[in-house]
């Protein structure tokens, strides 16, 4: 692609402005700031937004200019106001590719795509965390190794309440013995959502070079691609390549 895609990197950035928690001391710009560098490396045109900002940074230009959206959330879920979920929503079927990532399992925006209640069970216990690749030929696994460990991460477990995903890319053991889905891919509309769990607050994860190539190839895969755009409605038998207009509202079929 000769043209660099254009990421808007979104983030809560709560818990790193509370000077007693240690995701203050590991991200002291807030986790979308190293998000945003990593993807910067793998030359992409990134732009960040976060919760507090006037219309929590996504207003209806930086949407329409945003090939691919990441998506951080943990405590303020509920704070994300509907009206700009749905502005997401709608790019998102558009084309806008998603990129959801570790506690923004529940937000607002993941929730509506999928359907479900998106509930798992989770311990914050410094485990051992080996991802493994289910589909080494998928673009999303492009450089990595068989697996990859994380020292310690927050376990999340199966049940995850989630559809069965167009494509399971990653499957998670933790060293309690759990199991999980943790990189999903989605087709919504013309729109591109992958899930990808690691990145508990607490921890340096975002810095870890495997994780951030993960969603360099994430974003690569989630860009818009250009396939013939429709138009819905009654047609015409297809003779000639005029016969796809639409017809007229109201037209008998
Ligand atoms: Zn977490």
Redesign the pocket.
Known sequence: MSTPIRVTVWNEYRHEQKPTHPASTIYPEGMHSVIAQGLREAGMEVRTATLDQPEHGLTDDVLANTDVLTWWG?MAHGEVRDEIVEKVHARVLEGMGLIVL??AHFSKIFRKLMGTTCSLRWREADERERIWVLEPGHPITNGLEPYFEIPKE?MYGEQFDIPAPDTLVFISWFQGGEVFRSGCCYHRGRGKIFYFRPG??SYPTYYQPEVRRVIANAVSWAAPSSGPAFAYGGSRAIHAKESLEVLPAGHAQ
Do not use: G, M, P, T
């Open positions: 943990h570790h506690s927050e508990h607050e």
